[in-house]
């Protein structure tokens, strides 16, 4: 499905927007965590310098910062003001070895270093030096190793303990946090070196609550030393392909259980069957998993589900006749399955629903009746479906709609103007729907857009006119509209709000460039296909736009 000018994500897995918004995966290079510390830093910046006071607290800490080399140790400070001053030193990238002597025997409850650079064996011993005041602790990315780990075993108390991408810890690793029975949350994403022997470490683990293990590729077999852990609410299995219908098993007594993740996995509707006593579960998530419909008569009585992933499975209508009784459900997810018209109407019940991804279905203008009754909903995603124009109007009674994804070639001008009723949509994506500078008229009903995307080839800069007074906006996609030139530009420089702008495979050049000096905020720009050389965006980043992190071409 799908047509010319529309895209299909062809990604692996990025369900968990769906419900926090954004992906919660990191990398040794290029880490968005510190891009958004780098954000968040910059806004406090020109808050303060804007007139805002900082405390004398706030001041003292800074100064601090700025002179750390003067100070040998801060072990006499109460742990509160210690800890403040490590955090920041750790915000603005200022810890190092010599520096995070300072902060031997400080009590610190809270070491939170993941992707930060360097942290190695050599800073474990002043790290454990906390003792039993350390509560947390995160060395994501870092060269951490099984040697450095067993200096934690006397932090008694740690109660949340996060090795994601920590290639050198293995299960003797494991072993050495095997005493550490007061830790609720331990997550070890991407690790190839666990095994289902090393996992042995985690039976003692009595008081987890949450156990993340995405991407870990050894595991098979593992998971039956869970089952002790009764207190468990929250296991995170996604993308670990070794996983099957017999690692399940284990799971079927973990009756606290709440959000289960074993999306891109080898279960099947055997393994789902011993999920159907878990009538705990808020949160399922079953995407790219080999199921058909005759394992979903397991979810009819996991009556307290309010997220269902079911994307990108072998699952037909037969299916949803048994989700009819899930009124709970807030968000359910079908992308991809063989889902048509019929199929909507076992939906037409659940009132709670908010969320609902249908895109690359089967579903036409025909199945929308069935979703007209459901009020709450506040995002639905009909790309790459067979929904037409006229099917549109049965969407224009869902005033609480938020977020409304229409990329499709079939959807025209008519089709927007039969949703001018949504005035509270704040993200509405057209990329590869046919709207021309005329169905721009409709943008006036829809001032709270923040995100708007419309890609289909047929704007000028007649059409952006009817963009320009959309202030709100933090996001704007006009690529493959080829007729727009400089002017375009120009009419969108009052956008002062956006953050990333994409207006590639346009007219525009070098000379239209200066239009974008007023967008202070701007941190993402494409202009790929463009007449505009590296040179002059380089200079437009330099001197103009300093939060420019993203810049294409470069």
């Known amino acids: ?103 031997r025997d400080c009590a610190l409850q809270d070491i939170c270093l993941g992707e930060y650079p360097e942290v190695k064996d050599s800073w474990m011993d002043v790290i454990a030096s906390q003792g039993p005041s350390l509560l947390s602790v995160d060395f994501s990315g870092s060269d951490v190793t099984d040697s450095g780990l067993v200096l934690l075993k006397d932090c008694k108390n740690l109660q949340a303990l996060t090795l994601n991408y920590c290639d050198e810890i293995s299960d003797h690793g494991l072993e050495h946090i095997r005493g550490l029975t007061n830790l609720t949350a331990l997550s070890l994403k991407k690790n190839s070196a666990i095994t289902a022997e090393g996992m042995s470490a985690f039976a003692n683990l009595v008081n987890l609550v949450k156990l993340d293990l995405e991407r870990c590729l050894g595991i098979h077999g593992g998971l039956v030393h869970l089952k002790g852990l009764t207190k468990l609410e929250s296991l995170n299995i996604r993308c670990c392909n070794c996983i099957t219908d017999a690692d399940m098993m284990p799971l079927s007594g973990l009756t606290n259980l709440k959000e289960l993740q074993i999306s891109c996995s080898k279960v099947t509707d055997a393994g789902v069957a011993y999920l159907k006593e ?46 009819k009784g899930l009124k709970n459900l807030e968000s359910l997810n079908l992308d991809s399955c063989k889902i048509g018209d019929e199929g909507l109407a076992n939906l037409a019940g659940l009132l709670h629903l908010r969320i609902l991804e249908l895109s690359d279905t089967e579903v036409g203008s025909n199945g929308l009746r069935h979703l007209s009754g459901l009020v709450n909903l506040e995002s639905i995603n009909l790309s790459f479906t067979v929904v037409t124009d006229n099917g549109l109007r049965k969407l224009s009674g869902l005033t609480s709609l938020k977020s409304l994804n229409l990329d499709a070639r079939q959807i025209t001008d008519t089709g927007l103007a039969a949703l001018t009723n949504l005035t509270g949509l704040t993200h509405l994506d057209l990329f590869g729907a046919r709207i ?85 905020n701007l941190r993402s720009l494409s202009l790929e296909s463009c007449k505009v050389t590296a040179s002059e965006m380089k200079k437009l980043q330099t001197i103009f736009l300093p939060n420019l992190i993203s810049v294409r071409p470069e």
């Open 436 to 520: 021309t500078d005329f169905g721009t008229n409709c943008l006036r009903y829809f001032k709270n857009l923040r995100s708007l995307e419309i890609c289909g080839g047929g704007l000028t800069d007649v059409g952006v006119k009817n963009i320009k007074d959309l202030t709100s906006l933090a996001l704007l996609n006009l690529s493959q509209n080829c007729n727009l030139t400089d002017k375009t530009l120009e009419l969108i420089s009052g956008l002062t709000a956006l953050v990333s702008l994409n207006v590639s495979n346009s007219r525009i050049t070098n000379a239209g460039l200066q239009h974008l000096r007023p967008l202070k």
């Open 1 to 103: 499905m799908g047509g010319v000018c529309s895209r299909k994500r062809d990604q692996q897995v990025n369900e968990e927007s769906i419900r926090r918004g954004t992906s919660g995966r990191y990398s040794k290079s290029g880490s968005s965590k510190w891009l958004g510390t780098l954000f968040l830093r910059s806004s406090v910046d020109i808050q303060q310098r804007g007139g805002k006071c900082p405390s004398l607290m706030e001041l003292c800490i800074h100064k601090i910062r700025e002179n750390i080399n003067n100070y040998n140790t801060f072990s006499m400070l109460p742990r509160d003001i210690s800890q403040q001053i490590f955090n920041e030193l750790v915000s603005f990238h200022c810890l190092t070895d010599v520096s995070l002597e300072s902060f």
């Open 278 to 323: 878990l009538v705990a579960l808020s949160y399922l998530n079953l995407n790219r998993c080999n199921l058909f419909d005759d394992g979903c008569e397991n979810f009819s009585g996991l009556e307290n589900l309010k997220v269902l992933n079911l994307g990108f499975n072998n699952i037909t209508d037969a299916c949803l006749v048994h989700l």
